[in-house]
Nanobody, 123 residues
Framework: QVQLVESGGGLVQAGGSLRLSCTAS????????MGWFRQAPGKEREFVAG??????YYEDSVKGRFTISRDNAKNTMYLQMNSLKPEDTAVYYC??????????????????WGQGTQVTVSS
């Protein structure tokens, strides 16, 4: 069983930045594909970014603004979010795909989830 804990959410003005962190329990973090998803009120959970052995990949609306990274020695994944927009407001979740897919962007491809952290961008 893997436990994921997110942190770093908060309230920021449009154009500002936040860095989210996701720390995982367990010894096999480096083999997992990790992802960030978000869910706004009344909307479905959507893919934001993922990172596998092949590197990071992004949903189109965040390309050039968000950067995903990981530190396997610390069992931690990050999401640096710059140039934030009000439409980025959502609860952000980290997730782990234990199969280590090269590219996983669907909710059903991930096995473990964190509890979420709120990101609110004011206009």
């Amino acid at each position: 069983q893997v436990q994921l804990v997110e942190s770093g959410g908060g309230l920021v003005q449009a154009g500002g930045s936040l860095r989210l962190s996701c720390t995982a329990s367990g010894r096999t973090f480096s083999s997992y594909t990790m992802g960030w998803f978000r869910q706004a009120p009344g909307k479905e959970r959507e893919f934001v970014a993922g990172i596998s052995r092949r590197g990071g990949y992004y949903e189109d609306s965040v390309k050039g603004r968000f950067t995903i990274s990981r530190d396997n020695a610390k069992n931690t994944m990050y999401l640096q979010m710059n140039s934030l927009k009000p439409e980025d407001t959502a609860v952000y979740y980290c997730a782990a795909d234990q199969s280590g897919s090269y590219y996983a962007s669907r909710v059903g491809e991930y096995d473990y989830w964190g509890q979420g952290t709120q990101v609110t961008v004011s206009s």
